[in-house]
């Protein structure tokens, strides 16, 4: 049977496609997932929750060999390292682990895809997709939906932790303002965060949103789970199906193959099927169908780093199961070149899942307009073998600068004598692998995690010490804001991302030698074949890249339909 459109990666924009083509009872749609399939009745608790801290520490859920590099990236004779690189690998995609932050970004963020060759990827042209993917339950008016199948909430008087409430009043004392609505006009102060939650207060991916039951049961949709596209297939330049290894070996065939596997491995899908920098394909024999130089590169992400603090036992979370990333802080850098809000942190209740994260508040910063860009390789031809990810975070420097007033910016705000009581002992942080491994479940992190939480209430007016003792071995806010070169070195070598891969296949027009595919993500100098996910974005959003990523699937959604 050939289908009219296989879609190839189940995550937030292949479900979002695969429901919206499948209303048409005389469209053929499949759906191919690598990973596990959940539905509203089989959702993992992990998953459910909306404390999402856990979902992506499971296996089952990610791309558990894939690495990336992230800095150093401030000089070539620096050492680099890799480190695990969360993406998901589950029906619903990111939007099934993530942090089920809802916001958009600003309107300049859409023009600025249109001035980069995106044409018709304009803020006017977007709003429209932004309501129509969205219920908001707390915001009505002109940028706000209500009809869509994302339910969008904000945290209550009631959920909102103290200490989360305290930075706000500080904040707004040095001058930041609590606004309500972080997607209401774009303007730098504070937000409660805007999240996709039910009704019913579990997590909304898009595997559950738009494959409802209802949309499941449709005889025109197959979806496919447990299963991984190799590599498509062509006839000349046509492309025709795709070679599938798993649960569902074998060849599938289509009238239209739609790529939709995530800024890293849709590049390496493309490549392994002769997509590409000829040159760089024929390293592996790869033949080439389309010589397209920019397919893997102008990989984008917000680098990040943290200022943390111990908080007393009266302000903490009190609710383990409630979100922890309640508010936010939008601000402008004021740097050169820089956009209005290019700066973002995240204002955490708790640090992480574990008994020494609830112990933690944080500022978790990240550079929300980012100028450094990476590149994904393949490390072979074998769909078996995870590409080469370097993210080169800090490469350009006025990303390093930004990170860094950020590391003064957030000690100042929670050493303001107005924080005083809400917490003691402030310390730089970073999601350092050595963090990552603490927070895996077992026994024997468990045992540690125990021990290291029990001394830490005990301190008292020891605690600084031991945190920089045992947490930041012996890194030190004093050292970072005193000394330029120790702040620079710390910021090259724990930055991290946001998990908002993006732009390794980005739109623009056919000669363009950056361009992957044009605005209607049909991939240049091919036939049948369109990418549709984060990687057409030409520049990184100031956004969590989820919505933005849905709202991109309703809209080429729509120009399939229109025959564009």
């Known amino acids: 049977m050939i289908v009219d459109h296989l879609i190839l990666g189940g995550g937030s924009a292949g479900c979002v496609l695969a429901a919206c083509l499948s209303e048409d009872p005389r469209r053929t749609v499949t759906l191919v997932e690598a990973g596990r399939n959940i539905s509203a009745d089989d959702m993992p608790d992990a998953i459910r929750s909306r404390y999402p801290g856990r979902a992506y520490l499971d296996l089952q859920n990610i791309w558990a060999s894939l690495l990336a590099c992230m800095g150093y990236g401030t000089s070539d004779d620096l050492p680099r390292s890799t480190r695990h690189y969360e993406q998901a690998r589950i029906l619903g995609g990111g939007s099934a682990i993530n942090a089920l932050m809802a916001n958009r970004g600003s309107p300049a963020d859409y023009d600025e895809w249109e001035a980069l060759g995106a044409n018709g990827w304009g803020w006017e042209q977007c709003l429209p997709y932004f309501l129509k993917l969205e219920t908001d339950r707390n915001f009505t008016g002109p940028l706000h939906g209500s009809e869509g199948p994302m339910i969008i909430r904000r945290a209550t008087d009631g959920q909102l932790s103290p200490f989360v409430e305290r930075v706000m009043h500080t904040l707004e004392r040095r001058g930041w303002p609590i606004r309500p609505d972080q997607n209401g006009p774009w303007e730098d102060g504070t937000f409660r965060g805007a999240i996709a939650v039910s009704d019913t207060g579990e997590r909304l991916p898009t595997s559950i949103a738009y494959l409802t039951p209802e949309v499941r049961a449709r005889p025109n949709l197959r979806i496919i789970t447990e299963s991984t596209a190799s590599r498509v297939l062509f006839e000349g330049v ?80 009190q609710d383990e199961g409630e979100h922890h990333e309640q508010a936010i802080w939008r601000f402008s850098s004021g740097l050169a070149g820089t956009p209005a809000g290019d700066m973002h942190a995240a204002i955490l209740s708790r640090s992480g899942w574990h008994s020494v994260g609830r112990r933690m508040g944080s500022l978790f910063f990240w550079v929300n307009k980012s100028f450094s860009r990476g590149f994904v390789k393949l490390a072979s031809a074998n769909a078996a073998d995870e590409p080469e990810v370097d993210f080169r975070m800090v490469t ?146 100031c956004a969590n890249t989820n919505i933005p990523t849905i709202m991109i699937a309703e809209r080429i959604a729509d120009f399939i339909r229109q025959g564009r």
């Open 396 to 541: 350009d420097l006025r990303d390093l600068e930004r990170l860094k007033a950020a590391l003064r910016a957030g000690a100042e705000t929670l050493l303001d004598p107005h924080m005083d009581g809400y917490r003691s002992a402030v310390f730089p942080s970073s999601y350092s692998p050595r963090v990552a491994s603490i927070a895996v479940p077992g026994t024997w992190t468990a045992i540690q995690r125990g021990t290291l939480s029990a001394i830490l209430d005990a301190a008292g007016p020891l605690r600084s010490a031991l945190i920089h003792s045992v947490v930041t071995l012996g890194t030190t806010m004093d050292r970072l804001l005193a000394d330029d070169a120790a702040a620079t070195e710390f910021v090259g070598r724990h930055v991290g991302g946001t998990w908002h891969a993006s732009g390794t296949c980005r739109m623009g027009p056919g000669d363009d030698p950056a361009a992957v595919t044009d605005p209607c993500g049909r991939v240049h100098g091919v036939v049948g074949l369109r990418v549709c996910d984060a990687s057409l974005m030409p520049s990184i959003p």
């Open 238 to 317: 046509k492309a025709i199906g795709a070679e599938i290894e798993g649960a569902s070996k074998g060849v599938l065939k289509a009238h239209e193959v739609i790529v939709c596997s995530g800024a890293i491995h849709t590049p390496s899908l493309l490549m392994r099927s002769g997509i590409g920098s000829a040159s760089e394909l024929a390293i592996f024999g790869i033949p080439a169908v389309a010589h397209l130089p920019g397919v893997g590169k102008n990989l984008m992400e917000h680098p990040s780093i943290a200022v943390a603090a111990y908080l007393p036992k009266r302000v903490r979370a």
